[in-house]
């Protein structure tokens, strides 16, 4: 899975409160989601399709709440690469079909810059460099290019998931 897009860029620590402030979960309406998503930071957001969120440490910390990972697919952000992510954020990610990618890239991109990641080798191609990402087990991979876990079980109903704390 390819993806390119625009970088929008943010530091460490960036919670599900910023990334859906908590006064937008009294709806089950996804397009306000998307609407309200990053409001939060207080920094002007408005991706475009496909736009990828480029950011430090521990993204999407905070409450285990689904909504803050569905604000960012409908807003149509096409993928969020991160030094690393909050573990249930990063499962919400994955269950709603948001692709992410753990790379640390942060100090090598520019905020508009164009990047391009590569789920299925992970690799981030920056203006200046190409960065080898935690490359997504392939069982994962499938159920983002299903567009998400519920996708994925009606594509696949009789094939079962390895789970991801498995020993």
């Not at 929008?8 to 960036?14: A, L, P, R, T």
């Not at 937008?24 to 930071?41: C, I, K, P, S, W």
């Not at 299925?120 to 490359?135: D, F, Y």
Request: aromatic share 6%.
């Amino acid at each position: 899975m390819l993806i390119r897009g625009k970088v929008w860029k943010y530091g460490d620590n960036v919670n599900t409160d910023l990334i859906l402030p908590g006064k937008y979960l009294r709806t089950t309406d996804v397009n306000v989601f998307a609407q309200h998503a990053m409001e939060g930071t207080g920094a002007e957001f408005s991706p475009h399709d496909g736009d990828i969120i480029v950011a430090g440490k521990n993204f999407g910390c905070g409450s285990s709440r689904e909504q803050a990972a569905l604000a960012l697919k409908y807003a149509k952000i096409g993928c969020i690469v991160a030094k690393s992510f909050a573990r249930i954020f990063f499962r919400n990610a994955i269950n709603v079909g948001l692709p992410i990618i753990e790379a640390d890239v942060l100090d090598s991109v520019a905020a508009g810059e164009e990047i391009e990641v590569d789920l299925s080798s992970g690799l981030v191609r920056t203006r200046s460099r190409v960065v080898r990402g935690e490359e997504l087990p392939k069982f994962l991979q499938e159920i983002l290019e299903d567009g998400g876990l519920v996708e994925h079980r009606k594509r696949h109903p009789r094939t079962a998931s390895p789970a991801v704390n498995e020993p």
